[in-house]
């Protein structure tokens, strides 16, 4: 799989007929707060247009209102206002054209947790309109494509985190839909696994299907999406390609501290580093452009701070950064 | 410029498959609780011998009848709210509205699943209460009626009282208070309760069950004569299935 680069654009489209695989335009939806609390506002007017055959990312923190968007495109929430197409038909007016035109992979899929592997899968696949024969042939494949064949006998929750998360995705690839839209497919996988995933997906793009991916996995948003929409507090604060959105910042990188105790206040670079860093317990975070990173290190590697240096880094922009110099505030996406 | 939407399954076609999904489940999960189903039962029939009087033969019918159909409730009503109740807390709901499966076949497939599942624990029952108290065994095939009937309605109770709980904890607590209700008055001959609980028996569906059971326990039965009863039961489940379906729904998409 190929990550974006600066110049990547979207992907051409599967046809000029082909509807988009996704069009919102202004949805707003607030979750009513229990016994009289104030309704929390978690999708703020969002309108976004993914293309046929991309594989389309939603990045944010936890609380962005990522899962908010994709449960009313998969039809189980209704926006408090604005639209929802999906290939074409208005799942706003009918959300029950929702389960025949796409497949949803939620956060978690209590619905499964005690069905043996196999039988969860052949299960969702029937349910998706295959017979019992076809369902069964299909949950074969897909069980061997992930890795997770010899395991088809156990139920759900005997199973570790990532392979009851395979088996999650098992059930959201059965009975294929021209559109995937699954929320944080690879949490809690290991990397073998999570590429396991990761090459399930480009193969189904391969194919023509179209996949909204949510995630707070910047690398994972680097490597395998097409075009990412950057959610913070209910808002799109950017969309476009990874690399396109990278480009923004490439000219700045990203310095981390992480001291062993009270870093030297009298020590001159500490002290111009202080004022623009994002601490975090022992770890300072900085961005600034490349030329004064390297002259800080310098100094800093060379002077009698580094007595007091546990470890440092000094990395390229990823998306994270592009997140934080758009405005956004929470810092819990992944790097790994 | 529209795709075209893939074939959903009949009702038949995901009955089944929900079903069949179902009873795979319960038996990885609900052995030990249908043990305890059991158990409470056959514990009840041995406390009530030792202590009434059921010399008259009527009351014993009814104790056994009506510890019979408290088995059917444990399982149908309180474990299957138990289940819609967690399943609407939990976001599990998600994966069936994501799903082109018709709301009714969702709500059918599970009720009969675990009214299935009440089954041996029911027959267990009968049987140990027939030889306890001395009634005739020959009878029991009038369970081919009770069972599915009282299943039916006690799991339409119990599946609306899960979805409509705003809570895990008070569809469980619902589930509990319906469980409790079929056993005081299910195992209680009517004639001995107060009005008000007269009143009450008389909207339980699981009251017409135990009441025909009970009859048929008798010396002598005619079917003609558990009509009546039965056929109440059958609207109720109708009544509460369908009801149950609609709170489905609009559990799903919200």
Same mark, same amino acid.
């Given at each position: 799989?190929?990550?974006?680069?600066?110049?990547?654009?979207?992907?051409?489209?599967?046809?000029?007929?082909?509807?988009?695989?996704?069009?919102?335009?202004?949805?707003?939806?607030?979750?009513?707060?229990?016994?009289?609390?104030?309704?929390?506002?978690?999708?703020?007017?969002?309108?976004?247009?993914?293309?046929?055959?991309?594989?389309?990312?939603?990045?944010?923190?936890?609380?962005?209102?990522?899962?908010?968007?994709?449960?009313?495109?998969?039809?189980?929430?209704?926006?408090?206002?604005?639209?929802?197409?999906?290939?074409?038909?208005?799942?706003?007016?009918?959300?029950?054209?929702?389960?025949?035109?796409?497949?949803?992979?939620?956060?978690?899929?209590?619905?499964?947790?005690?069905?043996?592997?196999?039988?969860?899968?052949?299960?969702?696949?029937?349910?998706?309109?295959?017979?019992?024969?076809?369902?069964?042939?299909?949950?074969?494949?897909?069980?061997?494509?992930?890795?997770?064949?010899?395991?088809?006998?156990?139920?759900?929750?005997?199973?570790?985190?990532?392979?009851?998360?395979?088996?999650?995705?098992?059930?959201?690839?059965?009975?294929?839909?021209?559109?995937?839209?699954?929320?944080?497919?690879?949490?809690?996988?290991?990397?073998?696994?999570?590429?396991?995933?990761?090459?399930?997906?480009?193969?189904?793009?391969?194919?023509?299907?179209?996949?909204?991916?949510?995630?707070?996995?910047?690398?994972?948003?680097?490597?395998?999406?097409?075009?990412?929409?950057?959610?913070?507090?209910?808002?799109?604060?950017?969309?476009?390609?990874?690399?396109?959105?990278?480009?923004?910042?490439?000219?700045?990188?990203?310095?981390?501290?992480?001291?062993?105790?009270?870093?030297?206040?009298?020590?001159?670079?500490?002290?111009?580093?202080?004022?623009?860093?994002?601490?975090?317990?022992?770890?300072?975070?900085?961005?600034?452009?490349?030329?004064?990173?390297?002259?800080?290190?310098?100094?800093?590697?060379?002077?009698?701070?580094?007595?007091?240096?546990?470890?440092?880094?000094?990395?390229?922009?990823?998306?994270?950064?592009?997140?934080?110099?758009?405005?956004?505030?929470?810092?819990?996406?992944?790097?790994? | 410029?529209?795709?075209?939407?893939?074939?959903?399954?009949?009702?038949?076609?995901?009955?089944?498959?929900?079903?069949?999904?179902?009873?795979?489940?319960?038996?990885?999960?609900?052995?030990?609780?249908?043990?305890?189903?059991?158990?409470?039962?056959?514990?009840?029939?041995?406390?009530?011998?030792?202590?009434?009087?059921?010399?008259?033969?009527?009351?014993?019918?009814?104790?056994?009848?009506?510890?019979?159909?408290?088995?059917?409730?444990?399982?149908?009503?309180?474990?299957?709210?138990?289940?819609?109740?967690?399943?609407?807390?939990?976001?599990?709901?998600?994966?069936?509205?994501?799903?082109?499966?018709?709301?009714?076949?969702?709500?059918?497939?599970?009720?009969?699943?675990?009214?299935?599942?009440?089954?041996?624990?029911?027959?267990?029952?009968?049987?140990?209460?027939?030889?306890?108290?001395?009634?005739?065994?020959?009878?029991?095939?009038?369970?081919?009626?009770?069972?599915?009937?009282?299943?039916?309605?006690?799991?339409?109770?119990? &599946? %609306?009282?899960?979805? /409509?709980? +705003? *809570?895990? #904890?008070?569809?469980?607590? =619902?589930?509990? !208070?319906?469980?409790? $209700? @079929?056993?005081?008055?299910?195992?209680?001959?009517?004639?001995?309760?107060?009005?008000?609980?007269?009143?009450?028996?008389?909207?339980?569906?699981?009251?017409?069950?135990?009441? &025909? %059971?009970?009859?048929? /326990?008798? +010396? *002598?039965? #005619?079917?003609?004569?558990? =009509?009546?009863? !039965?056929?109440?039961? $059958? @609207?109720?489940?109708?009544?509460?299935?369908?009801?149950?379906?609609?709170?489905?729904?609009?559990?799903?998409?919200?």
């Amino acid at each position: 799989m190929t990550a974006a680069g600066p110049e990547a654009a979207p992907r051409p489209l599967a046809g000029l007929t082909a509807p988009p695989a996704v069009e919102i335009e202004g949805v707003t939806r607030s979750h009513r707060g229990r016994r009289g609390a104030e309704p929390v506002l978690a999708n703020d007017g969002i309108s976004l247009t993914v293309h046929p055959g991309e594989v389309f990312g939603l990045l944010g923190p936890n609380g962005a209102g990522k899962t908010t968007l994709v449960r009313q495109i998969v039809g189980a929430l209704h926006p408090d206002a604005g639209r929802i197409r999906v290939l074409g038909h208005d799942i706003t007016v009918d959300p029950r054209r929702a389960p025949r035109l796409l497949a949803y992979l939620g956060q978690d899929e209590p619905a499964l947790r005690e069905l043996p592997v196999g039988l969860a899968v052949e299960t969702t696949g029937r349910l998706r309109g295959l017979s019992r024969a076809e369902a069964r042939s299909r949950r074969d494949v897909l069980l061997d494509e992930l890795g997770i064949g010899e395991v088809h006998r156990r139920p759900l929750l005997a199973l570790s985190g990532g392979q009851r998360r395979l088996a999650h995705v098992a059930a959201a690839l059965i009975g294929e839909r021209p559109l995937l839209v699954l929320d944080e497919p690879t949490t809690g996988l290991d990397p073998v696994a999570r590429r396991a995933v990761w090459a399930a997906l480009d193969r189904r793009r391969a194919a023509g299907v179209t996949v909204v991916l949510v995630t707070h996995n910047v690398l994972e948003a680097e490597t395998v999406l097409d075009r990412v929409a950057v959610l913070d507090r209910g808002r799109v604060i950017a969309c476009d390609t990874p690399g396109r959105l990278k480009a923004m910042v490439s000219d700045e990188v990203r310095l981390d501290l992480v001291w062993r105790g009270a870093p030297a206040a009298d020590d001159p670079t500490v002290a111009l580093l202080a004022q623009s860093a994002v601490v975090s317990g022992r770890r300072w975070s900085i961005r600034l452009p490349r030329e004064q990173a390297r002259e800080a290190l310098g100094r800093l590697t060379a002077g009698p701070a580094l007595e007091s240096l546990d470890d440092f880094t000094l990395a390229t922009p990823s998306l994270e950064d592009v997140y934080l110099a758009l405005g956004g505030r929470d810092r819990d996406l992944e790097r790994g | 410029m529209t795709t075209p939407l893939a074939l959903a399954p009949g009702l038949p076609g995901a009955f089944a498959a929900v079903y069949a999904g179902q009873v795979s489940r319960a038996k990885a999960s609900r052995g030990p609780l249908l043990f305890v189903a059991t158990l409470q039962s056959v514990g009840i029939l041995l406390l009530l011998r030792g202590v009434v009087d059921t010399g008259d033969g009527v009351t014993g019918q009814q104790i056994v009848a009506g510890s019979t159909v408290l088995v059917v409730a444990f399982v149908a009503l309180n474990l299957l709210a138990q289940r819609f109740g967690a399943l609407r807390g939990d976001g599990g709901l998600d994966h069936y509205a994501a799903l082109p499966v018709p709301a009714s076949a969702v709500v059918l497939g599970t009720a009969a699943s675990y009214a299935t599942f009440t089954v041996p624990g029911a027959v267990l029952t009968a049987v140990v209460g027939c030889l306890l108290y001395g009634l005739p065994l020959a009878h029991l095939w009038v369970l081919l009626l009770v069972l599915p009937l009282a299943g039916a309605s006690l799991a339409g109770i119990g &599946a %609306l009282l899960g979805l /409509l709980a +705003p *809570r895990p #904890e008070l569809a469980t607590v =619902a589930g509990q !208070l319906g469980m409790s $209700a @079929v056993l005081f008055l299910g195992v209680v001959p009517a004639e001995r309760l107060p009005l008000v609980l007269q009143a009450v028996r008389a909207l339980l569906p699981s009251s017409y069950a135990a009441d &025909a %059971l009970a009859r048929a /326990l008798g +010396p *002598r039965v #005619e079917i003609t004569s558990l =009509a009546p009863d !039965l056929a109440i039961c $059958a @609207v109720a489940a109708v009544l509460s299935l369908a009801l149950a379906s609609t709170a489905y729904r609009r559990a799903v998409r919200r």
